[in-house]
């Protein structure tokens, strides 16, 4: 039991610090690689509760997925950071705020009795052929199968964001215009030159 116990501070003490450098980091890469550590400490965490399932997923999707193309957004738009930190102090007080709001939140829900000391102790044993995966999808196509729609339509609007940023004109990239090279005809490529034969 011991084991578990110092593998668990370990990662939870790894994913903090991992988490702390996200928003600490100057350079969005660094961040990014960070937020990759922080997912996979996330996900030794969710095994420990047995979470097969979720911890998986995370790795696969966030990591695997996500992030690189997280990455090649960040890469590809050349992001100017002295820009955006132009506006950091100015919005300072309302980033401060937000916070306040969201630890309180976190207090409010666990102080709940679901997340008292005495109702994570002893946990009731699963049967043999228990499966987190089945239990998962039951619970979330049926309890909150609203709250899942709405975050699907949220990354919806992501990707189109994503898509809109990347299409946006700027002067030092060159564009083409596909409807344009649909219509091309070979009069406008292609030029035949009459000559006569060299003779030696």
């Given at each position: 039991?011991?084991?578990?116990?110092v593998v668990f501070?370990?990662?939870?003490?790894?994913?903090?610090?991992?988490?702390?450098?996200?928003?600490?980091?100057?350079?969005?890469?660094?961040?990014?690689?960070?937020?990759?550590?922080?997912?996979?400490?996330?996900?030794?965490?969710?095994?420990?509760?047995?979470?097969?399932?979720?911890?998986?997923?995370?790795?696969?999707?966030?990591?695997?997925?996500?992030?690189?193309?997280?990455?090649?957004?960040?890469?590809?738009?050349?992001?100017?950071?002295?820009?955006?930190?132009?506006?950091?102090?100015?919005?300072?007080?309302?980033?401060?705020?937000l916070a306040l709001?969201?630890?309180?939140l976190i207090y409010?829900?666990?102080?709940?009795?679901?997340?008292?000391?005495?109702?994570?102790?002893?946990?009731?044993?699963?049967?043999?052929?228990?499966?987190?995966?089945?239990?998962?999808?039951?619970?979330?196509?049926?309890?909150?199968?609203?709250?899942?729609?709405?975050?699907?339509?949220?990354?919806?609007?992501?990707?189109?964001?994503?898509?809109?940023?990347?299409?946006?004109?700027?002067?030092?990239?060159?564009?083409?215009?596909?409807?344009?090279?649909?219509?091309?005809?070979?009069?406008?490529?292609?030029?035949?030159?009459?000559?006569?034969?060299?003779?030696?």
């Amino acid at each position: 039991m011991w084991i578990e116990t110092v593998v668990f501070y370990f990662f939870a003490t790894l994913t903090v610090l991992s988490a702390i450098s996200v928003i600490t980091m100057r350079n969005p890469v660094h961040a990014a690689l960070f937020l990759v550590l922080t997912f996979f400490s996330t996900a030794f965490l969710w095994m420990l509760l047995e979470a097969e399932f979720l911890a998986i997923t995370l790795v696969l999707v966030y990591v695997g997925a996500v992030m690189v193309l997280f990455l090649f957004v960040v890469m590809m738009l050349d992001i100017n950071i002295a820009v955006l930190r132009e506006g950091f102090i100015k919005f300072l007080p309302v980033g401060i705020a937000l916070a306040l709001v969201m630890f309180g939140l976190i207090y409010y829900a666990l102080s709940g009795d679901q997340f008292s000391l005495q109702a994570m102790a002893d946990p009731p044993p699963k049967a043999a052929d228990y499966s987190n995966t089945k239990a998962l999808g039951a619970v979330l196509y049926t309890d909150y199968v609203f709250a899942f729609e709405v975050a699907a339509v949220i990354l919806l609007v992501a990707i189109i964001a994503a898509i809109a940023l990347t299409m946006r004109k700027r002067p030092e990239t060159k564009y083409q215009n596909p409807s344009d090279q649909i219509r091309v005809k070979k009069q406008d490529r292609l030029r035949v030159i009459k000559m006569e034969a060299e003779k030696e």
